[in-house]
Nanobody
Framework: QVQLVESGGGLVQAGGSLRLSCAAS????????MAWFRQAPGKEREFVAS????????YYADSVKGRFAISRDNAKNTVYLQMNSLKPEDTAVYYC?????????????????WGQGTQVTVST
C-alpha cells in the first residue's frame, strides 16, 4: 500500500500563489508517475498536472499551463505543485495521486492511490 498526504492548501487572493506538497509513504517503490487532480463543487475530478519518476517531461492541463509547475523530490518521496497567478476558477479540492505506470495519463482510473485532498480557495 501507498499512503499520500497533501498539505499547503488555503485561502489566497486572485493573483497570489500557493505551493502544495504531497508526501508519499509505504511501498513507494511500486509506483511511478505522480499527479495532481482537482475537484470543484458540483464538477467532476479533473487532471491538473503529472510527472514521471525521473522528473522529466511534466505534463499540464491547458487551463494551468504557464501558471502551475509540478516537481518531485524522490529522496523525500514528495511531489509539489507550485501555483502562481491563481484565479477564482482554480478553487477546488486538490488531490495527489500516484500510478504504477511510467507513462503519463490524465484519467483518474490510471491512478491507484489517492490522498485525502487539500482545499484551495481563491478569492476575488
Amino acid at each position: 500500500q501507498v499512503q499520500l498526504v497533501e498539505s499547503g492548501g488555503g485561502l489566497v487572493q486572485a493573483g497570489g500563489s500557493l505551493r502544495l506538497s504531497c508526501a508519499a509513504s509505504g511501498r513507494t517503490y511500486s509506483t511511478d508517475a505522480m499527479a495532481w487532480f482537482r475537484q470543484a463543487p458540483g464538477k467532476e475530478r479533473e487532471f491538473v498536472a503529472s510527472i514521471g519518476r525521473s522528473g522529466a517531461s511534466p505534463y499540464y492541463a491547458d487551463s494551468v499551463k504557464g501558471r502551475f509547475a509540478i516537481s518531485r523530490d524522490n529522496a523525500k518521496n514528495t511531489v509539489y505543485l507550485q501555483m502562481n497567478s491563481l484565479k477564482p476558477e482554480d478553487t477546488a479540492v486538490y488531490y495527489c495521486a500516484t500510478s504504477i505506470y511510467s507513462a503519463i495519463y490524465t484519467d483518474t482510473h490510471r491512478y491507484g492511490y489517492w490522498g485525502q485532498g487539500t482545499q484551495v480557495t481563491v478569492s476575488t
